[in-house]
């Protein structure tokens, strides 16, 4: 099996596109855990993507701005808002290296409920916001809908200076091209594509988590490994494929 090379900046490998959206004001915390630890988690046909032995636990924060279909214009109002997601790495048996959510808090219902029923996306309703004072930015969250109701997270970071040359670990961790997803009893994945991340280095000030927990994840062992900002990029997604 050929697995695809971590690539910061391929060429759109999908000429259709079905989604489009602006990522932005991201902050990226990882935990690496053993690949034991996740190997449940994942839909079939695909196993943890490992970088020197271990794999990693992500909790994002960010704002979607302008998701909309195809190539028209963003949705009003149900396509800007603020996400919050849980999420590990994966590999299939086509070595494709992707994400997968384990838990997506969103400010919006109706995306919600949209990527619930398309994709069995596993979405969530919450109150969420971004306050910002200088290089200081906190992302809040509580959730709603569905439970467990009333899990929150509070992360609170101080944003550093660009990154010329990101590390390995940097690429391997936001370098993502595609997500695998289980959805009416087959395992999907879905590819995207956006220009390479303009990456910041960033200091962790204050975390008070629940949504890794509730996302079926043991508490993280100590402070993460990698804490990284950007200020965003476009994204576009094509359509979803099944695993053979």
């Avoid at 919600?112 to 029923?117: D, F």
Wanted: charged share 20%.
């Amino acid at each position: 099996m050929d697995i695809e090379p971590v690539d910061a900046a391929p060429a759109q490998a999908f000429s259709w596109a079905s989604l489009r959206q602006r990522w932005q004001d991201l902050t990226f915390l990882h935990w690496a855990v053993t690949p034991e630890l996740v190997a449940p988690l994942l839909p079939a046909g695909t196993r943890p993507d490992t970088l020197d032995g271990v794999t990693y636990v992500g909790l994002i924060g960010f704002r979607m701005v302008g998701l909309g279909l195809r190539r028209g214009p963003g949705v009003p109002y149900f396509g800007t808002f603020w996400e919050t997601n849980v999420r590990l790495y994966s590999i299939d048996d086509t070595g494709r290296r992707a994400v997968v959510f384990r838990s997506l808090d969103a400010s919006r219902l109706v995306p919600v409920l949209v990527a619930q029923l398309s994709l069995r996306l596993p979405y969530k309703w919450s109150a969420m916001r971004l306050d910002r004072d200088g290089d200081r930015l906190t992302y809040r969250c509580r959730r709603r809908w569905p439970g467990p109701a009333g899990a929150t997270s509070r992360i609170e970071v101080r944003v550093g200076e660009p990154i010329g040359a990101p590390t390995s670990l940097d690429h391997f961790l936001t370098a993502r091209w595609g997500l695998h997803t289980r959805a009416y009893g087959r395992t999907l994945h879905l590819p995207n594509w956006h220009p390479q991340w303009p990456l910041h280095r960033a200091e962790l000030l204050h975390l008070d988590d629940e949504l890794v927990t509730a996302a079926g994840l043991p508490p993280m062992p100590g402070p993460p490994v990698s804490v990284l900002y950007s200020p965003g990029v476009p994204v576009v997604f094509g359509t979803p494929v099944p695993l053979r």
